[in-house]
């Protein structure tokens, strides 16, 4: 292939705007997406707030959604992602997405949607069992939408959402077997680090909630840091310090081992050499959870500061954020207007192209 030929390398990814984000989307999602933004390994980044997605089941609150498209804007901007290289855009925005979902709704069939493991978890989570409303049961057609309206050949996305993507390629190989090759076949990535794929609850439940008030929120302060680390699950058999401490479901040790590196424990704590001694040390017993917080927050500190700091300066200037996701949205429209064109041709219904 030569290589004015190459397939351009095309990433897609998002987060519905229904709260602030926190240190998990940042773990799970948002620190990669700044690498792979920063690594010039791609040539378009797309990244989405999903409004539209967003407002499926929260339809009689839209005030809640505007004003959290505004806090994941600011959320964004903060962890280092850079619209002179990432194109942030508004869901809602790109009117060609309601289109492609209504013309992909005829290539899945109503059982296949209620298998998909993720609708079945979410629908269950949200007590939507007995009235679901469609345009949430239609959430992973709605996802195809938005992937193959980029022509996105890599998402990055958690674990929990292998499904949503899976069912994602299916569609986009029946809509080629039907009518000819025109969307893209998209790449899943998962993070590398499996403690980053699915961060647990301050309070050890197995994913953080606003509801359930067990978030690290990257907008937080430092003072509310410190106080959630101190308030931490950890093992509840360690009792007394010569104790014997357990990792496994210790909360405390899952974050280390989504944010610790060897640098931090040269800096903070060198008694250690990495975490594989740390570990070792409160295995056997002898050591606190005080101390083993009290580190802790000292490097989520370190990666939260200059995330808090950047935050603050965006704050001072809204009209500027809306201005990069105005300008955003019209080139992700643009992009969008194309492959639309592209189904419409593949559909036999560009009648007056």
């Not at 539209?52 to 609150?61: I, M, P, S, V, Y």
């Not at 959290?68 to 002179?84: C, E, H, K, R």
């Not at 590196?261 to 740390?278: G, R, T, V």
Request: glycine residues 6%; charged residues 25%; hydrophobic residues 35%.
């Amino acid at each position: 292939m030569s290589e004015n030929k190459k397939q351009k390398q095309i990433i897609l990814t998002g987060d519905r705007p229904t709260g602030r984000l926190h240190v998990g989307h940042y773990v799970g999602s948002l620190r990669r997406r700044v690498e792979l933004q920063n690594s010039g390994n791609y040539d378009e980044i797309y990244i989405m707030i999903a409004d539209a997605q967003a407002l499926t089941d929260n339809a009689e609150n839209p005030d809640k959604v505007r004003e959290n498209v505004t806090q994941v804007a600011l959320d964004y901007l903060s962890v280092g992602l850079d619209p002179a290289k990432s194109t942030l855009f508004i869901q809602s925005q790109i009117p060609e997405l309601c289109e492609l979902s209504f013309y992909y709704m005829n290539l899945v069939t109503v059982s296949r949607l209620q298998r998909n493991p993720t609708v079945k978890a979410e629908i269950q989570q949200r007590n939507f069992e007995a009235s679901i409303p469609v345009g949430f049961f239609t959430y992973p057609i709605s996802q195809t939408a938005d992937i193959t309206a980029f022509q996105a050949t890599v998402v990055p996305v958690g674990e929990d959402q292998m499904p949503m993507l899976e069912q994602a390629k299916e569609i986009v190989h029946k809509f080629n077997t039907v009518y000819g090759e025109t969307l893209t076949d998209p790449k899943i990535m998962l993070p590398e680090n499996k403690y980053c794929m699915r961060l647990p609850g301050t309070d050890g439940k197995a994913k953080m909630s606003k509801s359930l008030g067990n978030c690290i929120y990257l907008s937080d302060t430092e003072e509310e840091v410190n106080k959630k680390i101190k308030t931490m699950f950890t093992d509840p058999l360690h009792l007394k310090v010569e104790d014997p401490g357990h990792l496994e479901g210790n909360t405390v040790f899952i974050y280390l081992e989504a944010f610790a590196n060897d640098d931090h424990f040269a800096e903070f704590w060198p008694d250690y050499k990495n975490l594989d001694e740390l570990k070792e040390h409160y295995t056997r017993g002898g050591l606190g959870d005080v101390k083993v917080k009290k580190f802790l927050g000292k490097v989520l500190q370190s990666e939260l500061a200059p995330i808090r700091e950047r935050r603050a300066q965006w704050e001072k200037d809204i009209d500027g954020v809306y201005e990069i996701l105005k300008k955003g949205s019209e080139v992700a429209e643009a992009k969008a207007a194309e492959t639309l064109a592209a189904v419409k041709k593949a559909m036999k219904i560009d009648y007056f192209g």
